[in-house]
């Protein structure tokens, strides 16, 4: 795992690519390279930030140059040792044990071929002295990150979008499509980018450079037509055996020079990994985290860290728990400068504070269970989507009386938040909805008038904008279940979008690591065979992960209420972070400059304090916002007006 960037054919461009390297240094501290060399009418230069982890030796340093191609890498190949073994047969002599030579000589052999072959997660830059063309590719689920900047024929690539926007001097124009779709999700999804000129690698794709000004672009892997060939195979009888493919998964994710632990919350996913990496590696360490108790109260959070000491207990793992109690009016700006875009998770927080812990005791690799819920049905939404089709037969009188008296409940008093309540009112927000428009809602922000009226009046177009293209991807294809059209939206749009990029980037923030076995382009090929019935079975969601983890895990911890990687938003905005949601609000960037309206954010915290609803995470995410949107416009020479 590495910071990479560079540029190609651009003005300065060794100036240029020595500060994008720098600017990344957090992400590489072990080791840095650089490389020029003619391109066309102009040149090429390739950075790197070096996080040692396979062949920690010189052999492994990058830019790797080798027979006229140049590679600058981030990520793991996970099958590595079986290419290796396939270009060795047909003659290629290996210098070391790094992935990174395996992945430039087989890049040699086949060129973009070589793509759909990978199995790992990666974004890379790769230059042919030969004909002067750079490529970029990016893994087939946008694991890794690749922003890039083009302007005429020349093109500044890097790892992180802060990279750009320090390396161009604070020119970039912040993108206000992109803060409304922000505002709506609480991410800025993969589509779109937070400044205009720059834009995301889209995942499963190559763009090729040529001297000449030429630009290719091309595409190696859909989710989409992935899922649907699975389906097929369902159909033909094909039944895949999960607890094997997960199995396997999670031992290559072990392939390492270096230690290797977990995330263990206690809850399912990362359970089951921690006992499959404990079979494959005993004692491993593992990590987990706590809350001080009158915020845990506060929010009515399960107490996840019994169960994960019972797993630890059960398989020898070394357990190392963190009791977070962070000083949020710190970590607050931190965060948004790491995150890159404005991203209202805090999880975020807790990812940063369990890397910087393993980072300080010597762990620079660890394990999450990220992505099973996407792929295996296990949020709360699922099944509350799947619940609201039962609700919308219920007669129209009584849905009508519920919806009144449940608006009448608070989902918190002074002493203490109601989680049933909130969950209530959330599902009656959308139970009554069309399939596309009920989704959506079951795990944005707001609603279309909501929206509306939150930001700039000339933003409604843009609303409308940001709303048509989810309803774009999640009906961009002909599943015919509906618990893997939901699977399927939540992989190419809530996964990259927010929980793959708050982990990339919290993680490497620490110099650390993170690996996803269930983010894996098997495991992905087999939860897409399986039948939303098996995915959701009475009110279980995760079904099918949950029978294959109990040939390892007891009852207790597979069939255990689902649990949050959260943090206690309520106990923090009503006491930690209450002065400063008011000078946002009151005075914020945001709110002078027109983008937010302060008669709507008024209301929403009034609405909040009174417990009579929660706007607990959108009060923070409009925090993360306003820092983010102070970052981007101070210094640069922009007008805090808006001018989208």
Same mark, same amino acid.
């Given at each position: 795992?590495?910071?990479?960037?560079?540029?190609?054919?651009?003005?300065?461009?060794?100036?240029?690519?020595?500060?994008?390297?720098?600017?990344?240094?957090?992400?590489?501290?072990?080791?840095?390279?650089?490389?020029?060399?003619?391109?066309?009418?102009?040149?090429?230069?390739?950075?790197?930030?070096?996080?040692?982890?396979?062949?920690?030796?010189?052999?492994?340093?990058?830019?790797?140059?080798?027979?006229?191609?140049?590679?600058?890498?981030?990520?793991?190949?996970?099958?590595?040792?079986?290419?290796?073994?396939?270009?060795?047969?047909?003659?290629?002599?290996?210098?070391?044990?790094?992935?990174?030579?395996?992945?430039?000589?087989?890049?040699?052999?086949?060129?973009?071929?070589?793509?759909?072959?990978?199995?790992?997660?990666?974004?890379?830059?790769?230059?042919?002295?030969?004909?002067?063309?750079?490529?970029?590719?990016?893994?087939?689920?946008?694991?890794?990150?690749?922003?890039?900047?083009?302007?005429?024929?020349?093109?500044?690539?890097?790892?992180?979008?802060?990279? !750009?926007?320090?390396?161009?001097?604070?020119?970039?124009?912040?993108?206000?499509?992109?803060?409304?779709?922000?505002?709506?999700?609480?991410?800025?999804?993969?589509?779109?980018?937070?400044?205009?000129?720059?834009?995301?690698?889209?995942?499963?794709?190559?763009?090729?450079?040529?001297?000449?000004?030429?630009?290719?672009?091309?595409?190696?892997?859909?989710?989409?037509?992935?899922?649907?060939?699975?389906?097929?195979?369902?159909?033909?009888?094909?039944?895949?055996?999960?607890?094997?493919? %997960?199995?396997?998964?999670?031992?290559?994710?072990?392939?390492?020079?270096?230690?290797?632990?977990?995330?263990?919350?206690?809850?399912?996913?990362?359970?089951?990994?921690?006992?499959?990496?404990?079979?494959?590696?005993?004692?491993?360490?593992?990590?987990?985290?706590?809350?001080?108790?009158?915020?845990?109260?506060?929010?009515?959070?399960?107490?996840?860290?019994?169960?994960?000491?019972?797993?630890?207990?059960?398989? =020898?793992?070394?357990?190392?728990?963190?009791?977070?109690?962070?000083?949020?009016?710190?970590?607050?700006?931190?965060?948004?400068?790491?995150?890159?875009?404005?991203?209202?998770?805090?999880?975020?927080?807790?990812?940063?504070?369990?890397?910087?812990?393993?980072?300080?005791? =010597?762990?620079?690799?660890?394990?999450?269970?990220?992505?099973?819920?996407?792929?295996?049905?296990?949020?709360?939404?699922?099944?509350?989507?799947?619940?609201?089709?039962?609700?919308?037969?219920?007669?129209?009188?009584?849905?009508?009386?519920?919806?009144?008296?449940?608006?009448?409940?608070?989902?918190?008093?002074?002493?203490?938040?109601?989680?049933?309540?909130?969950?209530?009112?959330?599902?009656?927000?959308?139970?009554?909805?069309?399939?596309?428009?009920?989704?959506?809602?079951?795990?944005?922000?707001?609603?279309?008038?909501?929206?509306?009226?939150?930001?700039?009046?000339?933003?409604?177009?843009?609303?409308?904008?940001?709303?048509?293209?989810?309803?774009?991807?999640?009906?961009?294809?002909?599943?015919?279940?509906?618990?893997?059209?939901?699977?399927?939206?939540?992989?190419?749009?809530?996964?990259?979008?927010?929980?793959?990029?708050?982990?990339?980037?919290?993680?490497?923030?620490?110099?650390?690591? %993170?690996?996803?076995?269930? %983010?894996?382009?098997?495991?992905?090929?087999?939860?897409?065979?399986?039948?939303?019935?098996?995915?959701?079975?009475?009110?279980?969601?995760?079904? %099918? !992960?949950?029978?294959?983890?109990?040939?390892?895990?007891?009852?207790?911890?597979?069939?255990?209420?689902?649990?949050?990687?959260?943090?206690?938003?309520?106990?923090?905005?009503?006491?930690?972070?209450?002065?400063?949601?008011?000078?946002?609000?009151?005075?914020?960037?945001?709110?002078?400059?027109?983008?937010?309206?302060?008669?709507?954010?008024?209301?929403?915290?009034?609405?909040?304090?009174?417990?009579?609803?929660?706007?607990?995470?959108?009060?923070?995410?409009?925090?993360?916002?306003?820092?983010?949107?102070?970052?981007?416009?101070?210094?640069?020479?922009?007008?805090?007006?808006?001018?989208?």
């Amino acid at each position: 795992m590495c910071g990479i960037a560079g540029t190609y054919r651009w003005p300065d461009g060794k100036a240029v690519t020595d500060r994008l390297t720098d600017t990344l240094a957090h992400r590489g501290p072990d080791g840095a390279g650089r490389y020029s060399h003619p391109a066309g009418d102009g040149e090429v230069h390739l950075g790197h930030r070096r996080l040692a982890i396979i062949d920690l030796s010189e052999t492994g340093a990058q830019p790797m140059v080798s027979g006229g191609l140049v590679l600058t890498y981030n990520g793991e190949l996970y099958n590595a040792p079986e290419l290796r073994a396939e270009l060795a047969a047909a003659g290629v002599r290996f210098r070391g044990t790094s992935d990174t030579e395996v992945l430039l000589e087989a890049w040699r052999r086949w060129g973009t071929d070589c793509l759909p072959r990978l199995r790992g997660m990666f974004a890379f830059g790769i230059f042919d002295e030969r004909t002067g063309d750079l490529v970029l590719a990016r893994d087939q689920l946008g694991i890794k990150p690749l922003f890039l900047l083009r302007r005429g024929g020349g093109l500044v690539f890097a790892s992180e979008l802060k990279a !750009l926007a320090a390396a161009t001097g604070g020119s970039l124009r912040v993108d206000h499509a992109a803060l409304v779709a922000s505002l709506l999700y609480y991410w800025v999804p993969d589509s779109r980018c937070a400044f205009r000129e720059a834009e995301k690698l889209p995942p499963g794709s190559w763009l090729r450079c040529r001297p000449d000004g030429r630009v290719e672009r091309g595409r190696f892997w859909h989710l989409r037509d992935v899922a649907a060939e699975a389906r097929e195979r369902a159909r033909g009888g094909e039944q895949p055996d999960v607890a094997a493919l %997960v199995e396997e998964s999670t031992r290559r994710h072990l392939l390492s020079d270096v230690p290797v632990a977990t995330f263990l919350s206690g809850g399912l996913d990362s359970s089951y990994l921690t006992a499959l990496a404990a079979r494959h590696q005993p004692g491993i360490s593992a990590y987990t985290i706590g809350f001080r108790a009158e915020d845990a109260r506060f929010e009515a959070m399960p107490d996840d860290l019994r169960y994960a000491r019972r797993v630890a207990e059960r398989f =020898g793992v070394d357990l190392h728990e963190i009791e977070i109690a962070p000083n949020v009016l710190d970590l607050l700006p931190q965060m948004t400068y790491h995150l890159d875009e404005p991203i209202g998770d805090p999880a975020a927080i807790n990812t940063f504070l369990i890397c910087s812990a393993a980072r300080e005791a =010597g762990v620079k690799v660890m394990l999450s269970g990220m992505g099973a819920d996407e792929l295996f049905a296990g949020y709360r939404k699922h099944l509350a989507n799947l619940l609201a089709l039962r609700y919308q037969r219920v007669p129209r009188p009584l849905r009508r009386g519920l919806s009144r008296a449940v608006d009448r409940l608070p989902v918190a008093t002074a002493r203490r938040g109601y989680r049933s309540v909130r969950f209530a009112k959330r599902f009656l927000s959308f139970a009554d909805l069309p399939e596309e428009t009920a989704f959506r809602r079951s795990y944005t922000m707001y609603d279309q008038d909501e929206l509306l009226a939150l930001v700039d009046p000339d933003l409604a177009g843009t609303v409308e904008d940001v709303l048509t293209e989810h309803a774009d991807v999640y009906q961009d294809n002909d599943l015919d279940d509906f618990v893997n059209r939901m699977c399927l939206g939540d992989s190419r749009m809530f996964l990259p979008g927010l929980n793959l990029t708050y982990t990339d980037r919290s993680s490497m923030a620490a110099s650390t690591e %993170v690996r996803v076995p269930y %983010v894996d382009v098997e495991v992905v090929r087999a939860a897409f065979a399986v039948p939303g019935d098996r995915k959701i079975v009475g009110r279980q969601g995760k079904a %099918v !992960l949950k029978e294959a983890a109990t040939s390892i895990l007891p009852r207790e911890i597979v069939y255990r209420p689902k649990g949050l990687f959260s943090a206690p938003l309520r106990a923090w905005m009503s006491r930690d972070l209450a002065p400063l949601v008011r000078e946002v609000v009151n005075d914020g960037v945001l709110v002078r400059s027109g983008f937010l309206r302060r008669d709507a954010l008024v209301r929403m915290v009034a609405e909040d304090a009174s417990g009579q609803r929660d706007f607990s995470k959108h009060l923070w995410h409009v925090l993360t916002l306003e820092y983010w949107y102070r970052d981007a416009t101070s210094g640069s020479g922009q007008s805090a007006r808006l001018t989208a």
